[in-house]
Antibody, heavy 124, light 112 residues
Framework: QLQLQESGPGLVRPSETLSLTCSVA??????????WAWIRQPPGKGLEWIGI???????HYNPSLRSRVTISVDMSKNQFPLRLTSVTAADTAVYYC????????????????WGQGALVTVSS | QSVLTQPPSVSGAPGQRVTISCTGT?????????VHWYQQLPGTAPKLLIY???NRPSGVPDRFSGSKSGISASLAITGLQTEDEADYYC????????????FGGGTRLTVL
Protein backbone atom coordinates (compact mmCIF):
# COMPACT_ATOMS: atom_id res chain seq x y z
CA GLN A 1 0.00 0.00 0.00
CA LEU A 2 1.53 3.28 -1.12
CA GLN A 3 1.89 5.97 1.51
CA LEU A 4 2.91 9.59 1.00
CA GLN A 5 3.83 11.87 3.88
CA GLU A 6 4.49 15.60 3.76
CA SER A 7 6.91 17.18 6.22
CA GLY A 8 8.37 20.62 6.83
CA PRO A 9 7.90 23.87 8.74
CA GLY A 10 4.34 24.94 9.42
CA LEU A 11 5.23 28.64 9.56
CA VAL A 12 7.21 30.63 7.00
CA ARG A 13 8.00 34.35 7.06
CA PRO A 14 6.92 36.55 4.14
CA SER A 15 9.56 36.84 1.38
CA GLU A 16 11.29 33.66 2.57
CA THR A 17 11.34 30.20 1.02
CA LEU A 18 8.81 27.48 1.73
CA SER A 19 10.38 24.01 1.80
CA LEU A 20 8.46 20.76 2.10
CA THR A 21 9.42 17.16 1.52
CA CYS A 22 7.23 14.26 0.47
CA SER A 23 8.39 10.84 1.61
CA VAL A 24 7.15 7.86 -0.36
CA ALA A 25 6.71 4.45 1.28
CA UNK A 26 5.44 1.21 -0.23
CA UNK A 27 6.56 2.06 -3.76
CA UNK A 28 9.57 3.30 -5.67
CA UNK A 29 9.78 6.88 -6.84
CA UNK A 30 11.67 5.57 -9.89
CA UNK A 31 8.63 3.67 -11.21
CA UNK A 32 8.27 4.88 -14.80
CA UNK A 33 4.45 4.68 -14.71
CA UNK A 34 4.18 7.63 -12.37
CA UNK A 35 4.98 11.28 -11.91
CA TRP A 36 5.05 12.87 -8.46
CA ALA A 37 3.01 15.97 -7.75
CA TRP A 38 2.45 18.86 -5.39
CA ILE A 39 -1.04 20.34 -5.03
CA ARG A 40 -2.20 22.99 -2.60
CA GLN A 41 -5.47 24.17 -1.09
CA PRO A 42 -5.81 27.61 0.53
CA PRO A 43 -8.10 27.64 3.58
CA GLY A 44 -11.72 27.32 2.49
CA LYS A 45 -10.82 27.22 -1.20
CA GLY A 46 -10.29 24.71 -3.99
CA LEU A 47 -7.35 22.67 -5.23
CA GLU A 48 -4.48 24.20 -7.18
CA TRP A 49 -1.94 22.10 -9.04
CA ILE A 50 1.63 23.30 -8.34
CA GLY A 51 3.77 20.97 -10.42
CA ILE A 52 5.01 17.46 -11.15
CA UNK A 53 8.36 15.70 -11.40
CA UNK A 54 9.47 12.47 -13.06
CA UNK A 55 12.24 10.35 -11.54
CA UNK A 56 14.57 11.51 -14.34
CA UNK A 57 14.15 15.08 -13.12
CA UNK A 58 11.73 16.20 -15.84
CA UNK A 59 9.34 18.77 -14.42
CA HIS A 60 6.17 20.65 -15.34
CA TYR A 61 5.00 23.64 -13.33
CA ASN A 62 1.84 25.69 -13.00
CA PRO A 63 2.48 28.73 -15.24
CA SER A 64 1.31 31.05 -12.45
CA LEU A 65 3.98 29.69 -10.07
CA ARG A 66 6.76 28.71 -12.48
CA SER A 67 9.11 31.58 -11.60
CA ARG A 68 9.09 30.64 -7.90
CA VAL A 69 8.78 26.87 -7.68
CA THR A 70 11.23 24.00 -7.84
CA ILE A 71 10.36 20.31 -7.47
CA SER A 72 13.11 17.72 -7.44
CA VAL A 73 13.64 14.04 -6.68
CA ASP A 74 15.94 12.33 -4.22
CA MET A 75 15.93 8.69 -5.26
CA SER A 76 18.32 7.66 -2.50
CA LYS A 77 15.71 8.68 0.06
CA ASN A 78 12.59 8.01 -2.07
CA GLN A 79 11.53 11.61 -1.58
CA PHE A 80 10.58 14.60 -3.69
CA PRO A 81 11.04 18.06 -2.21
CA LEU A 82 9.16 21.27 -2.98
CA ARG A 83 10.66 24.75 -2.82
CA LEU A 84 8.61 27.91 -3.24
CA THR A 85 10.49 31.18 -3.02
CA SER A 86 9.42 34.72 -2.10
CA VAL A 87 6.25 33.61 -0.33
CA THR A 88 3.39 35.90 0.63
CA ALA A 89 0.21 35.41 2.64
CA ALA A 90 -1.44 34.16 -0.56
CA ASP A 91 0.76 31.06 -0.34
CA THR A 92 -0.85 30.02 2.95
CA ALA A 93 -2.42 26.64 2.24
CA VAL A 94 -2.54 22.95 2.94
CA TYR A 95 0.10 21.42 0.70
CA TYR A 96 -0.52 17.89 -0.58
CA CYS A 97 1.86 15.57 -2.32
CA UNK A 98 0.33 13.03 -4.68
CA UNK A 99 1.14 10.41 -7.27
CA UNK A 100 0.17 11.01 -10.88
CA UNK A 101 -0.72 7.87 -12.83
CA UNK A 102 0.63 8.41 -16.33
CA UNK A 103 0.65 4.96 -17.93
CA UNK A 104 -1.31 6.13 -20.99
CA UNK A 105 -0.01 9.66 -21.34
CA UNK A 106 -0.84 13.06 -19.93
CA UNK A 107 -4.28 13.16 -21.54
CA UNK A 108 -5.43 10.29 -19.34
CA UNK A 109 -3.38 10.94 -16.22
CA UNK A 110 -4.85 11.34 -12.75
CA UNK A 111 -3.81 11.62 -9.11
CA UNK A 112 -4.39 8.18 -7.64
CA UNK A 113 -2.79 8.52 -4.21
CA TRP A 114 -2.49 11.50 -1.88
CA GLY A 115 -0.67 12.40 1.31
CA GLN A 116 -2.61 13.68 4.29
CA GLY A 117 -1.49 17.27 3.69
CA ALA A 118 0.60 19.80 5.58
CA LEU A 119 -0.64 23.24 6.58
CA VAL A 120 1.85 26.01 5.86
CA THR A 121 1.09 29.49 7.15
CA VAL A 122 2.94 32.52 5.81
CA SER A 123 3.08 35.15 8.50
CA SER A 124 5.56 37.39 10.30
CA GLN B 1 -11.39 31.56 -11.32
CA SER B 2 -10.91 27.86 -12.01
CA VAL B 3 -10.31 26.54 -15.53
CA LEU B 4 -13.02 23.90 -15.05
CA THR B 5 -16.41 25.23 -13.93
CA GLN B 6 -18.48 23.47 -11.28
CA PRO B 7 -21.55 24.62 -9.35
CA PRO B 8 -20.53 25.78 -5.86
CA SER B 9 -23.11 23.62 -4.15
CA VAL B 10 -25.72 20.94 -4.65
CA SER B 11 -28.01 19.24 -2.18
CA GLY B 12 -30.33 16.30 -1.91
CA ALA B 13 -32.24 14.19 0.56
CA PRO B 14 -31.11 10.71 1.57
CA GLY B 15 -31.94 8.20 -1.12
CA GLN B 16 -32.17 10.79 -3.88
CA ARG B 17 -30.00 11.25 -6.95
CA VAL B 18 -27.81 14.28 -7.53
CA THR B 19 -25.53 15.30 -10.36
CA ILE B 20 -22.52 17.62 -10.40
CA SER B 21 -21.44 19.19 -13.67
CA CYS B 22 -17.95 20.13 -14.80
CA THR B 23 -17.56 22.38 -17.84
CA GLY B 24 -14.25 22.93 -19.58
CA THR B 25 -12.91 24.27 -22.86
CA UNK B 26 -11.40 23.09 -26.11
CA UNK B 27 -7.96 22.86 -24.45
CA UNK B 28 -8.99 20.34 -21.82
CA UNK B 29 -12.25 18.37 -21.73
CA UNK B 30 -13.15 19.42 -25.28
CA UNK B 31 -9.78 18.15 -26.52
CA UNK B 32 -10.91 14.64 -25.59
CA UNK B 33 -8.80 14.54 -22.45
CA UNK B 34 -10.10 12.35 -19.65
CA VAL B 35 -11.99 13.80 -16.69
CA HIS B 36 -11.43 12.51 -13.19
CA TRP B 37 -13.31 13.13 -9.97
CA TYR B 38 -12.15 13.40 -6.35
CA GLN B 39 -14.08 13.31 -3.10
CA GLN B 40 -12.84 15.34 -0.15
CA LEU B 41 -14.52 14.53 3.14
CA PRO B 42 -14.35 17.25 5.80
CA GLY B 43 -10.86 17.67 7.19
CA THR B 44 -9.29 15.01 4.99
CA ALA B 45 -7.23 14.76 1.82
CA PRO B 46 -8.94 14.33 -1.54
CA LYS B 47 -9.53 10.76 -2.68
CA LEU B 48 -9.82 9.48 -6.24
CA LEU B 49 -13.48 8.70 -6.93
CA ILE B 50 -13.77 8.34 -10.72
CA TYR B 51 -10.96 8.06 -13.26
CA UNK B 52 -10.99 8.01 -17.04
CA UNK B 53 -14.45 9.64 -17.20
CA UNK B 54 -16.39 6.58 -16.07
CA ASN B 55 -14.20 4.17 -14.07
CA ARG B 56 -14.40 3.54 -10.33
CA PRO B 57 -11.31 2.54 -8.32
CA SER B 58 -11.64 -0.55 -6.20
CA GLY B 59 -13.76 0.13 -3.13
CA VAL B 60 -15.83 2.99 -4.56
CA PRO B 61 -19.54 2.10 -4.46
CA ASP B 62 -21.40 1.81 -7.76
CA ARG B 63 -23.70 4.57 -6.53
CA PHE B 64 -21.08 6.89 -7.98
CA SER B 65 -20.85 7.19 -11.76
CA GLY B 66 -19.26 9.52 -14.26
CA SER B 67 -20.01 10.59 -17.79
CA LYS B 68 -18.58 12.95 -20.37
CA SER B 69 -19.88 14.64 -23.49
CA GLY B 70 -18.33 17.42 -25.51
CA ILE B 71 -16.72 20.01 -23.24
CA SER B 72 -18.57 18.82 -20.13
CA ALA B 73 -18.56 15.96 -17.67
CA SER B 74 -20.88 14.93 -14.88
CA LEU B 75 -20.70 13.02 -11.64
CA ALA B 76 -23.90 11.29 -10.54
CA ILE B 77 -24.58 9.97 -7.06
CA THR B 78 -27.62 7.77 -6.57
CA GLY B 79 -29.12 6.53 -3.31
CA LEU B 80 -27.63 9.52 -1.49
CA GLN B 81 -26.26 8.78 1.98
CA THR B 82 -25.27 11.12 4.78
CA GLU B 83 -21.63 10.01 4.48
CA ASP B 84 -21.57 11.36 0.92
CA GLU B 85 -21.58 14.90 2.29
CA ALA B 86 -18.26 16.25 1.02
CA ASP B 87 -16.58 18.47 -1.55
CA TYR B 88 -16.22 17.06 -5.04
CA TYR B 89 -13.64 18.17 -7.61
CA CYS B 90 -13.23 17.41 -11.28
CA UNK B 91 -9.78 17.40 -12.88
CA UNK B 92 -8.31 17.15 -16.36
CA UNK B 93 -5.12 17.74 -18.30
CA UNK B 94 -4.90 21.05 -20.14
CA UNK B 95 -2.71 21.76 -23.16
CA UNK B 96 -3.10 25.54 -23.42
CA UNK B 97 0.16 27.50 -22.97
CA UNK B 98 2.02 24.46 -21.61
CA UNK B 99 1.49 21.02 -20.14
CA UNK B 100 -0.50 21.43 -16.98
CA UNK B 101 -3.23 19.90 -14.89
CA UNK B 102 -6.37 21.74 -13.82
CA PHE B 103 -9.12 21.32 -11.26
CA GLY B 104 -12.66 22.55 -11.00
CA GLY B 105 -13.50 24.96 -8.22
CA GLY B 106 -15.22 22.23 -6.25
CA THR B 107 -18.83 21.48 -5.37
CA ARG B 108 -20.07 21.15 -1.82
CA LEU B 109 -22.67 18.37 -1.53
CA THR B 110 -25.10 18.74 1.35
CA VAL B 111 -27.28 15.80 2.32
CA LEU B 112 -30.45 17.29 3.78
Amino acid sequence: QLQLQESGPGLVRPSETLSLTCSVAGGSISNSNFYWAWIRQPPGKGLEWIGIVFYTGTTHYNPSLRSRVTISVDMSKNQFPLRLTSVTAADTAVYYCARLWDNYGYARSYFDSWGQGALVTVSS
Amino acid sequence: QSVLTQPPSVSGAPGQRVTISCTGTSSNIGANYDVHWYQQLPGTAPKLLIYGNTNRPSGVPDRFSGSKSGISASLAITGLQTEDEADYYCQAYDSSLSDHWVFGGGTRLTVL
